[in-house]
C-alpha cells in the first residue's frame, strides 16, 4: 500500500488575514479608550467587519486581548530594530520610550482582564518581558557605546521608569504629562560634558572588575 504523503498545510486567505489585522487595530483604539468592558460589537463595528467575522478569529474576549497585547510588544520589537539603524543613539532611545506610552495606555485600558489572560498563560507573560528588555537593550547599549548616556542603567530600570511614569497618573491627558516627563528623564542620563562619539564612561561593574584585576597583577608581581 503506497504511503499517503501529509496534506499541505493551507495559508490563511489574504482576506482572513487583513480581517485578522483590523480587527486588532480596531480592538487596540477601542480598549484604550472604552476599557475592558467595551463591547466586541463596537470592535468588530469599528473595524467595518460582522461580529461572526471577529468571533472566528477570537472565539474569545481573553483571546483578543491577548492577541492585541502581543501585537504590540511584537510592534516594539520591530520599531527597536529599526530605530537602530534609522535614528541617532539617544533620539532613538527617546522615540522608543515615548512609543511605549501608547502601548501602556492600551494595557491600562484592559488591565483587569489581561492580567487575568496573562496569569493563564506563563509563556506570554516571559514572552513579553524578554521581548521588550531586549530591544530597549539593545537600544541603550548603543547610546552608552556612543558616548551619550550614562552606564550605570539597566534595560529593567528603563521599563520599570516608564511603567511608574504612566501608571502614577490617572487623569485624562495623562499621555501628555508622561511624555514630557519621559524628555526630563532621557535628558537626565546623558553623559555630562559628553558629545556623541567621545569615549563611553565604563560601568561600575567594569571598574570593578578592572581593580580586581589590577590588584591580582600586583599581588603576582610582588611573589
Not at 511608574?164 to 511624555?179: I, N
Request: proline share 4%; net charge positive; charged share 25%.
Amino acid at each position: 500500500m503506497a504511503d499517503q504523503s501529509a496534506a499541505p498545510v493551507r495559508k490563511p486567505r489574504a482576506d482572513a488575514v487583513r480581517n485578522r489585522e483590523r480587527v486588532l487595530k480596531a480592538a487596540k483604539i477601542v480598549f484604550s479608550t472604552g476599557g475592558a468592558e467595551a463591547s466586541l460589537e463596537a470592535v468588530a463595528r469599528r473595524a467595518g467587519v460582522g461580529i461572526g467575522t471577529l468571533y472566528r478569529h477570537f472565539p474569545t474576549r481573553g483571546a483578543l486581548f491577548e492577541a492585541v497585547y502581543r501585537r504590540e510588544v511584537d510592534q516594539l520589537g520591530d520599531l527597536a530594530e529599526q530605530l537602530k539603524n534609522d535614528a541617532a543613539p539617544v533620539d532613538a532611545l527617546r522615540r522608543w520610550l515615548r512609543s511605549n506610552v501608547e502601548f501602556v495606555a492600551t494595557k491600562k485600558g484592559m488591565s483587569a482582564a489581561l492580567a487575568i489572560a496573562v496569569q493563564g498563560s506563563s509563556e506570554l507573560s516571559v514572552y513579553s518581558f524578554d521581548r521588550l528588555t531586549q530591544a530597549v537593550g539593545a537600544l541603550l547599549d548603543r547610546a552608552v557605546a556612543a558616548g551619550e548616556i550614562r552606564s550605570d542603567i539597566g534595560p529593567e530600570d528603563l521599563l520599570r521608569a516608564l511603567v511608574g511614569m504612566c501608571y502614577m497618573h490617572d487623569q485624562p491627558g495623562w499621555q501628555k504629562s508622561v511624555l514630557r516627563l519621559l524628555d526630563v528623564f532621557v535628558d537626565g542620563l546623558r553623559v555630562p560634558g559628553k558629545a556623541p562619539g567621545q569615549t563611553t564612561l565604563s560601568s561600575p561593574r567594569t571598574d570593578a572588575a578592572a581593580k580586581a584585576k589590577g590588584y591580582s597583577q600586583r599581588s603576582s608581581r610582588r611573589k
